[in-house]
């Protein structure tokens, strides 16, 4: 079955850290770039980060760069993301996404053509 | 960045009627274009990708359009399951952006 499965949310307090983790299966795991992405109430649907399939290449949304670490774990079919100087405004949903790869006849498109079950993080003194 | 606006916020409709649902990006994301739909507890799932091409499972009566600046996902008759909140996200650019979601509720 293919899969992704979160864990390591919970209740930090501000300026914490946290590191998230993500399970892959079902897939080649070391095919595809892979994102965490983030849903709240007030910001909705977030895309935070990307890290290529080998895992040479990231790339961060503002909001989190420098404070945000993604990595990955090809022998493990995992990544990681490392979150220090946590703020109330990082509570959220956070879920991890595989970014597929399609092409249809000359045109290549990307898309999260799937998604963990998602992990809560909640930032609260 | 490119910023999406999704309309309406809640559209209110019959089941067998149609929908449409529009999303407008600040700047042209070419057809990089895709459509989730998300279900309450569950997460998106993605129903549309480059614009116009449905991904796997979901039936025709759903299908996507438009191109730059203007796209619309269109259910052409609407039944108990497709009642869910759809966000359409831009891939053309960095950082990738989500619109706010569009809810469909039963009328």
């Known amino acids: 079955e293919v899969q992704l499965l979160e864990s390591g949310g919970g209740l930090v307090q501000p300026g914490g850290s946290l590191r998230l983790s993500c399970a892959a299966s079902?897939?080649?795991?070391?095919?595809?770039?892979m994102s965490w992405v983030r849903q709240s109430p007030v910001k909705g649907l977030e895309w935070l980060s990307l890290i290529s399939d080998g895992g040479g290449s990231t790339s961060y949304a503002d909001s989190v760069r420098g404070r945000f670490t993604i990595s990955r774990d090809n022998s493990k079919n995992t990544i990681y993301l490392q979150m220090n100087s946590l703020r109330a405004e990082d509570t959220a949903v956070y879920y991890c996404?595989?970014?597929?790869?399609?092409?249809?006849?000359?045109?290549?498109?990307?898309?999260?053509?799937?998604w963990g079950q998602g992990t809560v993080v909640t930032v609260s003194p | 960045e490119i910023v999406m606006t999704q309309s309406p916020v809640t559209l209110s409709v019959s089941p067998g009627e149609r929908a449409t649902l529009s999303c407008r990006a600040s700047?042209?994301?070419?057809?990089?274009l895709a459509w989730y739909q998300q279900k309450p507890g569950q997460a998106p799932r993605l129903l549309i990708y480059g614009a116009s091409t449905r991904a796997t499972g979901f039936p025709a009566r759903f299908s996507g359009s438009g191109s730059g600046t203007e796209f619309t996902l269109t259910i052409s008759s609407l039944q108990s399951e497709d009642f869910a909140v759809y966000y359409c996200q831009q891939y053309n650019d960095w950082p990738r952006t989500f619109g706010q979601g569009t809810k469909v509720e039963i009328k």
């Open positions: 700047r042209s994301a070419s057809s990089n």
């Open positions: 996404a595989k970014d597929g790869y399609y092409c249809t006849g000359t045109s290549c498109y990307n898309a999260f053509d799937m």
């Open positions: 079902g897939f080649t795991f070391s095919s595809y770039a």
